[in-house]
T-cell receptor, first 116, second 119 residues
Framework: AQKITQTQPGMFVQEKEAVTLDCTYD???????LFWYKQPSSGEMIFLIY??????QNATEGRYSLNFQKARKSANLVISASQLGDSAMYFC?????????????FGQGTRLTINP | GAGVSQSPSNKVTEKGKDVELRCDPI?????LYWYRQRLGQGLEFLIY????????KSGLPSDRFSAERTGESVSTLTIQRTQQEDSAVYLC?????????????????FGPGTRLTVL
């Protein structure tokens, strides 16, 4: 069963605009972690932001924030003031434990293109 | 310090041959993971190692796939009798396991990957 759903295969945004990348997840666990990774055309996977299932506040890291709506099982990534260098694939992932070592389950990704 | 390294960066092989892919994790990281990424797809989990615990092999697609890890260092992913559907980028990741409340991301740091092409 698919556990991470990213419904936007591609997004096109003007530079300096904010963008929201959607992610919904499915789990019966109460303890889990949600991640966003960026994959530029070079292929490297870059960790952006993390949200634990018990965290009451939305995670923020610089221009990145995670809009966590637990009841809706959504964990959308918001990028403020987009830059040309933000053009990349973005993957949402879930770890079905709060801490420790455990595999990540990834969505299919969203390709974000920032237009000048 | 150095990040996760993988070798080779590219591997082209003929169908039916065996291949070995190597991963050097970040020093001190006790957890090591292998993923596969087919063209235009998300990452598929293959296997992970955590300290001295038995590895989680639940993602290995067939018995042609196996992996080993020497202590808390190098890991080798072996694919026997390669098939064309094995063509993909194989990504290795490592993480430092910390337990510091719910804010412990224990995020995985990824290597650059090995691009495997089976002709």
């Amino acid at each position: 069963a698919q556990k991470i759903t990213q419904t936007q295969p591609g997004m096109f945004v003007q530079e300096k605009e904010a963008v929201t990348l959607d992610c919904t997840y499915d789990t019966s666990d109460q303890s889990y972690g949600l991640f966003w990774y960026k994959q530029p055309s070079s292929g490297e996977m870059i960790f952006l932001i993390y949200q634990g299932s018990y965290d009451e506040q939305n995670a923020t890291e610089g221009r990145y924030s995670l809009n966590f709506q637990k009841a809706r099982k959504s964990a959308n990534l918001v990028i403020s003031a987009s830059q040309l260098g933000d053009s990349a694939m973005y993957f949402c992932a879930m770890r079905e434990t709060l801490q420790g070592a455990q595999k990540l389950v990834f969505g299919q990704g969203t390709r974000l293109t920032i237009n000048p | 310090g150095a990040g996760v390294s993988q070798s080779p960066s590219n591997k082209v092989t003929e169908k039916g041959k065996d291949v070995e892919l190597r991963c050097d994790p970040i020093s001190g990281h006790t957890a090591l993971y292998w993923y596969r990424q087919r063209l235009g797809q998300g990452l598929e989990f293959l296997i992970y190692f955590q300290g001295n615990s038995a590895p989680d092999k639940s993602g290995l697609p067939s018995d042609r796939f196996s992996a080993e890890r020497t202590g808390e260092s190098v890991s080798t992913l072996t694919i026997q009798r390669t098939q064309q559907e094995d063509s993909a980028v194989y990504l290795c990741a490592s993480s430092l396991i910390r337990f510091r409340g719910t804010r412990s991301a224990n995020e995985q740091f990824f290597g650059p990957g090995t691009r495997l092409t089976v002709l």
